[in-house]
């Protein structure tokens, strides 16, 4: 088992920045890649960001390319994602998701961990 848990949400303005955390725990050796997925209200699930253990291999979305950037430290096992010009359609609750696949990490069904999630809301 992999235990996340995710910290670092919250509100700010349209423009602004935050950055989320994913501290993972247990059988972390078992994992390849993490990503980060977000759910707004009445949408379905979506791929955000993802980065392999070794640092190797990174992949966002094309809605967040250049805006945000996922970055992962080994020592801490934790990742992170750094939301910049942060936008109200960013609006949504980020989860952190672990995955001992590596060549299907868009997909949210691919994954077998998750933390519980933490919400972000950018206002306009």
């Known amino acids: 088992q992999v235990q996340l848990v995710e910290s670092g949400g919250g509100l700010v303005q349209a423009g602004g920045s935050l950055r989320l955390s994913c501290a993972a725990s247990?059988?972390?050796?078992?994992?390849?890649?993490m990503g980060w997925f977000r759910q707004a209200p009445g949408e379905e699930r979506e791929f955000v960001a993802a980065?392999?253990?070794?640092?190797?291999?990174?992949y966002y979305a094309d809605s967040v390319k250049g805006r945000f950037t996922i970055s992962r430290d080994n020592a801490k096992n934790t990742v992170y994602l750094q939301m910049n010009s942060l936008k109200p359609e960013d609006t949504a609750i980020y989860y952190c998701?672990?995955?001992?696949?590596?060549?299907?990490?868009?997909?949210?069904?691919?994954?077998?961990?998750w933390g519980q999630g933490t919400q972000v809301t950018v206002s306009s």
């Open positions: 247990g059988r972390t050796f078992e994992v390849y890649f």
């Open positions: 980065t392999s253990w070794s640092g190797g291999s990174s």
């Open positions: 998701a672990a995955t001992q696949f590596h060549d299907v990490v868009r997909v949210s069904t691919m994954y077998a961990y």
